[in-house]
Structures are given as C-alpha cells and as structure tokens.
C-alpha cells in the first residue's frame, strides 16, 4: 500500500459510517442516538473531510455521509448548515469537481499530463447537491445560502454538469429563492 492509501483509524470510521448511511433505519438510529452535541462535532469533522482536497476518497466518503444525514432529518440539515462553512464547503466540492469535468472536456489538457486525472464521480456530485437541497429545505437555513447564490448559479449553469446534478442544483436555487 502507498502512503495515500494507507488505513488510518479515521479512514476506517469513515468508511463505516458511509456504509451504515446508506440505510434510512441506520440514518435514523445514528442521528437518534444522543447526545447531541456528538452529531455537532461529527457534522464539523465531516466538513472539515469535505473541505480537505488531499484525500479525495475522504473527501468523498466525507460528501456521502454529510448528504445521508442531512437527508435523514430536517433537525440534521439544520445542524449541517450551522457547521462553520458548511454550504460554502459543499459547493467548493462541486466547484472542484465541474473544474475537473471541464478539465477533461478539453483534449488538449491532457496532453500535458502524464495520467490523466480521475474524472469526477456523478454519484458523489449527485450527494453533495442533495445535501445542499436538504439544508435549503429548512427555512431558517435559507439565509446561509444568501453568498453563494452566484456560485450555486454558476455551477448550475456550467456545460460541463451532468443533467441530474443541475436538477438538483436548480431546485436548490429555486428554494433559496423563495424564502
């Protein structure tokens, strides 16, 4: 193994609590088990993965749980929404992700590269919009998303989004935009 890929005991709770989110009944039970300041400080860390460019298979588990979590309870996008940066985290990860798909369109870009980058993942862009609908879902969270509507517009507007992710994109704009 190389030392990207190496097993860190965060890796590994990482991986589980991905695996475990996948499942509405486990959603249901993590975000049920008290207390409630733990689900606070595993939302920040959560983020704080998202926002880490260095690993990008954190990076993405990171996206995975964020995104079953705050679709599991309103009381759980709230609480994702209040963590510090949250939303602009999130859109930082689709930002990264339609860079990298544009980067791909362009042939001539890859002329410069040894090995290609890996193209971005549809599923994990498709999750980090659907965490963001979820916490524009809650009223009281409407507001954190008032700086990034130009940012959210832009990544909704770019050719090289996948059609779902702009789906989800534009809902996400349209329920900002009726606070």
Do not use: W
């Amino acid at each position: 193994m190389g030392g990207f890929s190496s097993l860190t005991p965060q890796r590994l709770v990482l991986e589980c609590l991905c695996k475990l989110s996948i499942k509405d009944c486990n959603v249901d039970l993590l975000l049920a088990t008290p207390p409630f300041i733990r689900q606070q400080k595993l939302f920040s860390t959560l983020v704080r993965l998202v926002g880490e460019r260095k690993s990008q298979v954190c990076r993405e588990m990171a996206v995975a749980v964020l995104s079953n979590l705050a679709q599991g309870d309103p009381t759980a996008a709230r609480a994702v929404a209040q963590q510090k940066g949250s939303v602009g985290t999130l859109i930082g990860f689709l930002e990264d992700c339609v860079a990298m798909a544009q980067y791909q369109q362009n042939p001539h870009s890859l002329l410069h590269t040894a090995v290609p980058p890996e193209p971005p993942s549809i599923n994990m862009m498709c999750r980090a919009a659907k965490a963001l609908l979820a916490m524009a879902r809650v009223e009281e969270n409407r507001t954190d998303f008032v700086l990034y509507e130009s940012r959210l517009l832009d990544i909704s507007l770019s050719s090289a989004l996948n059609s779902s992710v702009a789906a989800i994109m534009c809902e996400v704009l349209f329920k900002i935009g009726h606070s």
